[in-house]
């Protein structure tokens, strides 16, 4: 079965980094646009950054402080996209997830791993 394994999250003082993993299995990442979301308790689940198979990135929303803390990243070889995540705030706190997509002609697949819990606090 395709799999989307999430990991490296933690607890870490404000200001603090982090680096989140997501490791594909069964299917390979090459070709596959992937996003990291975050979700807070109470709060819909939100877009933080995404790379197209290309290597392009994107950080939604969240402007310049978000553009400038985190940046996503890929390794085809390791078949694992990545989020280097610095300057860690208490308001980073959230579930992040991570999401594969790929599409052809009127046809998509989607697939999401299971999440890995980031804390920042003193």
């Known amino acids: 079965q395709l799999q989307l394994v999430e990991s490296g999250g933690g607890l870490v003082q404000p200001g603090g980094s982090l680096r989140l993993s997501c490791a594909a299995s069964?299917?390979?990442?090459?070709?596959?646009?992937v996003g990291w979301f975050r979700q807070a308790p109470g709060k819909e689940r939100e877009l933080v950054a995404g790379?197209?198979?290309?290597?392009?990135?994107?950080?939604?929303n969240y402007g310049d402080s978000v553009k400038g803390r985190f940046t996503i990243s890929r390794d085809n070889a390791k078949n694992t996209v990545y989020l280097q995540m610095n300057s860690l705030k208490p308001e980073d706190t959230a579930v992040y997830y991570c999401?594969?997509?790929?599409?052809?002609?009127?046809?998509?697949?989607?697939?999401w791993g299971q999440g890995t819990q980031v804390t920042v606090s003193s």
């Open positions: 069964g299917f390979t990442l090459d070709y596959y646009a």
């Open positions: 790379i197209t198979n290309g290597g392009s990135t994107n950080y939604g």
């Open positions: 999401n594969a997509q790929i599409s052809y002609r009127d046809i998509y697949f989607s697939y």
